[in-house]
Structures are given as C-alpha cells and as structure tokens.
C-alpha cells in the first residue's frame, strides 16, 4: 500500500543530542518536504527536495539538515538538539508537477528537555 | 509573492447546520488552491484542490469548495455538518507560474468546532 512514513512518532530526548527523524514514502514521489508545527497551529516549510542529490531550505530558518540519497527517504538531522527545537515535524510527498497535492506523513513530536 | 489567509482562528457550529471555512489568497499567476485536515496527534489529510476547470470542486467527506477568482477566494463548505468534522482546516495555494517556483504556502489553520 503506497504510504508515507515517519518515525519515531514520539522522542523526548536531552540537550545537546544528535538526532535524525525518518520519513519514507512508497508513492515513488520526486518532490519531499519537512515542516516544522508547533501544535495545532501553522505549518513552516523547513527543508524541501526535488529529488536525489537535491535538497533546498524552506522559508523558516531550521538549524537542521536533510539528505536525499534515495528517493524514497528524506531523513532529517539536528547535529545538536536544544528545547528551542521542540516542536511538531511533518514529512510531506508529492508528484514532481506543480498541480500535486501533498502526501503527509503522521508526524514526529519532538521534545528537548 | 504569493500568499493565503484564513481569517477566522475558529469556527463554531452546531452538528446539522450548514459549515464554512473561509480562505482567500493572493499569487502572481494562476493559483493552485487546496484544502487539508488535521485530526489531533496526526498529519494533514487532502481533502480537495481546485487546479483547473470547473470551478466547484468536490472532495472528500462531503466537502466542497469554490474557486471565484473576482474574490481570490476558496471557502471550503459543507451542506450538514457532523461532530466528526471537529478539526483543524488548513487552506494552501501554490502559483501555478514558474516565477512562484513549486512550494506550498499553508494558511494559519481554522479550528472547526462542530457541538451535537
């Protein structure tokens, strides 16, 4: 079944930690995104990606990085987590043409103590 | 520059009235218009999305939306509401020119409220 999928679902994890969030997708997608929610309120486009080797940074500033070495996966990765980064991520697909809709993962909730 | 507004933070109504979610938007070229779900704890869910054609899209759930273009507006509506509708609503709006490139601008959310 084609899905889009994240994990963990829930971390809570200390200062100062490295830290990767998974998300993969088996819609066979070009285009992958990362946003960063706070709950219940807007969503900010934080990494997004055409394809392999191709990653671009959203529209709100993350010290994160992202990697595109297969199509299928789009990892992201905080060198060193703070509570500033607590927060909701959400891993979207789409199609490469630009009428697509989003395919959104169920999240992963972040907590730095 | 392209960009979308839902002006109400909240909307309250009773389950069996008539709903609507308001959006309007702003995009140099011709819009591409969408509306996702959010249930508590979950990702955003596509519900519709207006690209091109007739201006009355129907998607999922028995929502509905109109593309008016005079209003640069995509209010989502739905006949008779239900409890199971309570969540929160977001509109988004990709230029569909080159000059808007491919990204996504999401609205600031609606939180629907439907009481029994």
């Known amino acids: 079944e084609a899905d889009i999928y994240q994990t963990p679902r829930y971390l809570v994890i200390g200062t100062g930690k490295k830290i990767t969030l998974e998300c993969s997708q088996t819609?066979?997608?070009?285009?992958m995104y990362w946003y960063q929610q706070d709950p219940g309120m807007e969503l900010h486009l934080i990494h997004y990606s055409y394809g392999v080797n191709s990653t671009e940074k959203g529209d709100l500033s993350s010290e994160s990085t992202v990697s595109r070495i297969r199509t299928e996966h789009f990892p992201l990765t905080l060198e060193s987590a703070r509570p500033s980064h607590t927060s909701q991520y959400l891993c979207?697909?789409?199609?490469?043409?630009?009428?697509?809709?989003?395919?959104f993962g169920p999240g992963t909730r972040l907590t730095v103590t | 520059a392209q960009s979308v507004a839902q002006p109400e933070d909240q909307v309250n109504v009773a389950e069996g009235n008539p709903l609507t979610v308001k959006c309007t938007y702003s995009v140099s070229g011709n819009p591409y218009l969408f509306w996702y779900v959010q249930y508590p704890n979950r990702g955003l869910q596509f519900l519709l999305k207006y690209i091109t054609g007739d201006n009355l899209v129907k998607g999922s759930y028995g929502f509905e939306s109109e593309f008016n273009k005079s209003q640069t507006s995509f209010h989502l509506k739905k006949p008779s509401a239900l409890v199971s509708d309570s969540a929160l609503y977001f509109c988004a709006v990709r230029d569909s020119g080159n000059t808007g490139g491919f990204k996504t601008i999401f609205g600031a959310g609606t939180r629907l409220f439907v009481k029994a």
């Open positions: 819609m066979g997608h070009d285009k």
């Open positions: 979207a697909s789409s199609e490469l043409g630009s009428g697509g809709d989003q395919y």
